[in-house]
């Protein structure tokens, strides 16, 4: 008698998601990058989105797995303040870099050069978010360096495409990375109550003292910080050698142990006499910071899209493969309306991003797009930011048990989505930035008004959505208690105003616009995902979503 002890044979599973063309694979993306007008980048952003869906998202597993290591003194008790990261995380900034994700709008100034960028941050961030965080802030330090004549090879090296991951003074590389350093324990979001002090030295050197509780990127080269001057808040940068080649007095005392973002440091840190050149004038550190924060905001949106896209890629690549009751589960009807559903909502988050991304690049050319993307990218960023984490729970309920293990990526997508929300000010300092913007800059409300009246006819439901909005807004009562509901409905409009245009030029994407003006602009809807009305052609917009 024989017995056969052959108890596992693997069936119906899917083959491996990567690897795979995360841009050519991605036909929504590619569209929207043609529309925002950055066609000519096409090139450069297929050799990236080949590289991001092979050797980046292996790099990726490796990154995430090996936490950074802080190390404060070498053997023989000497300040060495470092932190030490597993190779994989090196090799992905290098990728970063030197594709253009931090430096290429400030290289390469033509038109469209922000969309292009925002598209690679796009890929990058699909599958691996911490080192999104210094990639994104050395590209958004520009604009405030160029207050300061004085840091103009900061600002060169900030932009080059070269990545040097030694913890060596500035003059030693060829490229540099940048962090930030805004908040404190007391103060938070309420910037103006930071303690930490400046004490002038000579011309734009100053002495810092003092501390933050939450310093990003404590292995970059130099950080944008503020601190207190005579005539109020200033900006600095600290960099992490002194000139004369001896180390800065910037003291890290220990690395935040994080819900997720494992790959990337954060830190706290104390300035013990910390040298700092100051960038713009002094008491006027909130303003010149904030127009790097406009752009890490940007980013924010960028990230909570590339989260969904990716979090899309692997429910519709598990349900594509997946056979349950004798059907493949993106066959079943249940199924295929949460797959729609969340097609629809990534579509137009990347279509809001990306329209922003166009704003930010025309702004120093066009007063009505700067107006545009000053008021587009707080709403965005609240709102992308806030679908996020919801997005990518129901994207693992698509693959079951298996969503919830490792391998997947999603616990780790899972990990990251609410942090973009928090970044750079959380849901309730995005509402006020749209209040204040709105109630004191006439020129945002008319550049919103502008891009919906664009479209104005084209579809009855966001015509009466447009109306009840402006009802809303002209009711002064209880403006701010209501400030998160008016910024939800401008998002809803912006993101539905897009996607009308976009079906202008690209018919299949008809079926698109006119879904989510019904769904999220009418009452056709539920709370969750996979609500959405019958009538919808739910495979028009699955056949839409990334495919490996």
């Given at each position: 008698?024989?017995?056969?002890?052959?108890?596992?044979?693997?069936?119906?599973?899917?083959?491996?998601?990567?690897?795979c063309?995360?841009?050519?694979?991605?036909?929504?993306?590619?569209?929207?990058v043609?529309?925002?007008?950055?066609a000519?980048?096409?090139?450069?952003?297929?050799?990236?989105?080949?590289l991001?869906?092979?050797?980046l998202?292996?790099a990726?597993?490796?990154?995430?797995?090996?936490?950074?290591?802080?190390?404060?003194?070498?053997?023989?008790?000497?300040?060495?303040?470092?932190?030490?990261?597993?190779?994989?995380?090196?090799?992905l900034?290098?990728?970063?870099?030197?594709?253009?994700i931090?430096?290429?709008?400030?290289?390469?100034?033509?038109?469209g050069?922000?969309?292009?960028?925002?598209?690679?941050m796009i890929?990058?961030?699909?599958?691996?978010?911490?080192?999104?965080c210094?990639?994104?802030?050395?590209?958004?330090?520009?604009?405030?360096?160029?207050?300061?004549?004085?840091?103009?090879e900061?600002?060169?090296?900030?932009?080059?495409?070269?990545?040097d991951?030694?913890?060596?003074?500035?003059?030693?590389k060829?490229?540099?990375?940048?962090?930030?350093?805004?908040?404190?324990k007391?103060g938070?979001?309420?910037?103006?109550?930071?303690?930490?002090?400046?004490?002038?030295?000579?011309?734009?050197?100053?002495?810092?003292?003092?501390?933050?509780?939450?310093?990003?990127?404590?292995?970059?080269?130099?950080?944008?910080?503020?601190?207190?001057?005579?005539?109020?808040?200033?900006?600095f940068?600290?960099?992490?050698?002194?000139?004369?080649?001896?180390?800065?007095?910037?003291r890290?005392?220990?690395?935040k142990?994080?819900?997720?973002?494992?790959?990337?440091?954060?830190?706290?840190?104390?300035?013990?006499?910390?040298?700092?050149?100051r960038?713009?004038?002094?008491?006027?550190?909130?303003?010149?910071?904030?127009?790097?924060?406009a752009?890490?905001?940007?980013?924010?949106?960028?990230?909570?899209?590339?989260?969904?896209?990716?979090?899309?890629?692997?429910?519709?690549h598990?349900?594509r493969?997946?056979?349950?009751?004798?059907?493949?589960?993106?066959?079943?009807a249940?199924?295929?309306?949460v797959?729609?559903?969340?097609?629809?909502?990534?579509?137009?988050?990347?279509?809001?991003a990306?329209?922003v991304?166009?704003?930010?690049?025309?702004?120093?050319?066009?007063?009505?797009?700067?107006?545009?993307?000053?008021i587009?990218?707080?709403?965005?960023?609240?709102?992308?930011?806030?679908?996020?984490?919801?997005?990518v729970?129901e994207?693992?309920?698509?693959?079951?048990?298996a969503?919830?293990?490792?391998?997947?990526?999603l616990?780790?997508?899972?990990?990251?989505?609410?942090?973009?929300?928090?970044?750079?000010?959380?849901?309730?300092?995005?509402?006020?930035?749209?209040?204040?913007?709105?109630?004191?800059?006439?020129?945002?409300?008319?550049?919103?008004?502008?891009?919906?009246?664009?479209?104005?006819?084209?579809?009855?439901?966001?015509d009466?959505?447009?109306?009840?909005?402006?009802?809303?807004?002209?009711?002064?009562?209880?403006?701010?208690?209501?400030?998160?509901?008016?910024t939800?409905?401008?998002?809803?409009?912006?993101?539905?105003?897009?996607?009308?245009?976009?079906?202008?030029?690209?018919?299949?994407?008809?079926?698109?616009?006119?879904?989510?003006?019904?769904?999220?602009?009418?009452?056709?809807?539920?709370?969750a995902?996979?609500?959405?009305?019958?009538?919808?052609?739910?495979?028009a917009?699955?056949?839409?979503?990334?495919?490996?």
């Open positions: 008698m024989s017995i056969d002890f052959d108890t596992h044979r693997v069936e119906n599973q899917p083959p491996p998601f990567a690897p063309d995360l841009w050519r694979g991605d036909p929504v993306l590619r569209a929207a043609a529309r925002e007008g950055a000519w980048a096409e090139p450069q952003l297929g050799a990236y989105g080949a991001a869906g092979d050797a998202y292996a990726g597993v490796e990154a995430n797995r090996d936490r950074p290591r802080l190390a404060t003194h070498d053997a023989f008790g000497h300040r060495v303040d470092r932190v030490d990261f597993h190779p994989a995380y090196h090799r900034m290098q990728a970063g870099v030197e594709h253009g931090p430096g290429l709008p400030w290289r390469d100034p033509r038109p050069a922000h969309v292009a960028r925002a598209a690679l890929l990058h961030h699909e599958v691996e978010q911490g080192t999104s210094p990639l994104t802030m050395t590209y958004a330090a520009q604009p405030a360096l160029r207050h300061a004549p004085g840091l103009r900061w600002a060169e090296k900030a932009a080059a495409p070269h990545y991951g030694r913890d060596l003074p500035m003059a030693k060829a490229g540099v990375t940048l962090g930030m350093g805004m908040t404190e007391q938070g979001s309420d910037v103006r109550a930071n303690t930490t002090h400046a004490r002038h030295l000579d011309r734009d050197d100053y002495l810092l003292v003092g501390h933050k509780w939450f310093f990003s990127a404590p292995m970059s080269d130099a950080w944008l910080v503020l601190a207190q001057t005579g005539p109020g808040l200033t900006c940068l600290v960099p992490r050698w002194r000139p004369d080649g001896r180390r800065n007095a910037l890290l005392m220990r690395l142990d994080k819900l997720g973002n494992w790959s990337n440091a954060s830190a706290e840190v104390e300035f013990a006499g910390a040298l700092g050149h960038v713009g004038e002094e008491g006027r550190g909130v303003a010149t910071i904030l127009e790097m924060v752009l890490t905001r940007l980013d924010c949106m960028l990230g909570a899209a590339a989260q969904m896209r990716m979090a899309l890629a692997q429910a519709l598990h349900a493969h997946r056979r349950a009751f004798g059907r493949l589960l993106v066959e079943h249940l199924m295929q309306n797959l729609a559903d969340l097609a629809l909502e990534s579509e137009a988050a990347i279509a809001l990306l329209r991304a166009r704003a930010v690049d025309a702004a120093p050319r066009d007063p009505g797009e700067a107006a545009f993307a000053r587009a990218t707080a709403v965005g960023k609240y709102w992308l930011c806030k679908r996020a984490p919801a997005f729970n994207a693992q309920e698509c693959l079951g048990g969503g919830y293990v490792e391998e997947s990526m616990p780790r997508l899972y990990r990251e989505a609410p942090l973009n929300s928090i970044w750079e000010g959380c849901g309730n300092i995005q509402c006020l930035d749209v209040l204040r913007a709105l109630g004191r800059e006439p020129a945002t409300r008319e550049a919103v008004f502008a891009e919906l009246a664009a479209v104005r006819g084209t579809h009855a439901a966001l009466r959505a447009v109306e009840a909005l402006q009802a809303d807004l002209a009711r002064s009562e209880a403006i701010e208690f209501r400030a998160r509901l008016l939800e409905r401008l998002a809803l409009v912006l993101q539905a105003a897009i996607l009308l245009r976009a079906a202008r030029d690209d018919a299949s994407a008809a079926a698109v616009a006119d879904a989510f003006c019904r769904s999220r602009l009418e009452a056709h809807h539920g709370l995902f996979g609500t959405l009305d019958p009538g919808v052609d739910a495979q917009l699955i056949e839409r979503a990334p495919a490996r």
